[in-house]
């Protein structure tokens, strides 16, 4: 593990900043204005982390904040049987050279790959070439862990690889959280890297009334969440709420 890895409790997603939801009645298109109006509320709610991938129009926002980066790169590489027979360190570092570039403009980074690239080194037994990028990307100086899809099954194996981190969908749904939430739940008890807990809203499923006590009940199990706020009072309405999970 990185020596001097931080992430962040509290992290803002990105989803709703540039339009996207998985309730298509909840997205979206905010002005430049609101954006920053809805980061400002971050800063203020105390939130000082943020989760985004390479998208021009979010790494330009956030150049003129201070937020804690976790970079998510990898979401265009395509594991065809092509691509992953063969796949290489070297390959895989190729695809996501120019993210990096990109977001190494911030100073407080951390870099995760993305779980379409992560699932599927694991499921063509390919977790020595996972395990080295990762060791690449700390021998650069950046933090490195993983996402996932299907934490239940692969967490232990993301921690065996040497992931400095996880981040992985927790919430009463289940959703993002295959192959089940009781067996997600299980295999998270053996993990001793930090998890960041994503989608805990099941991507706009779920109030903060199933939410939080959830969260509370498996407060153990996560150092730290991210949420996609679409507005000022969600930021204040919803990290207030999860607030009191964590302190």
């Given at each position: ?5 931080h ?35 971050c ?25 804690a980066?976790t ?19 070297k ?5 996501i ?13 951390r ?6 690239i992560?699932d ?8 020595h ?18 996402a ?5 099954d ?43 807990a ?6 706009g ?26 507005s ?12 009191t999970?964590?302190?």
């Amino acid at each position: 593990m990185s020596p001097d890895l931080h992430i962040p409790t509290f992290n803002v997603g990105t989803n709703p900043l540039i339009g996207y939801s998985y309730v298509p009645e909840k997205r979206v298109t905010l002005s430049d204005a609101e954006k920053k109006g809805i980061l400002d509320a971050c800063e203020a709610a105390g939130v000082h982390g943020a989760v985004l991938q390479t998208e021009p129009e979010l790494v330009a926002l956030f150049q003129s904040y201070d937020f804690a980066i976790t970079g998510v790169v990898g979401a265009n590489i395509r594991p065809t049987k092509e691509f992953m027979t063969g796949v290489t360190v070297k390959g895989i570092l190729k695809e996501i050279q120019e993210e990096l570039n990109v977001l190494q403009q911030f100073s407080d980074l951390r870099v995760c790959l993305h779980g379409i690239i992560t699932d599927a080194l694991i499921r063509s037994q390919n977790q020595h070439v996972l395990s080295d990028v990762l060791t690449s990307l700390r021998t650069a100086g950046i933090p490195a862990g993983t996402a996932t899809h299907f934490p239940g099954d692969t967490v232990g194996t993301l921690q065996d690889a040497g992931a400095d981190f996880c981040v992985c969908g927790f919430n009463p749904l289940g959703f993002m959280m295959k192959p089940s939430l009781e067996i997600t739940l299980k295999a998270l008890e053996g993990v001793h890297i930090p998890v960041i807990a994503k989608k805990v809203m099941a991507g706009g499923w779920l109030t903060l009334d199933r939410v939080v006590p959830f969260l509370t009940e498996h407060k153990k199990l996560i150092d730290s969440c991210v949420i996609g706020v679409s507005s000022p009072e969600e930021v204040e309405r919803t990290f207030g709420a999860v607030r009191t999970v964590f302190c």
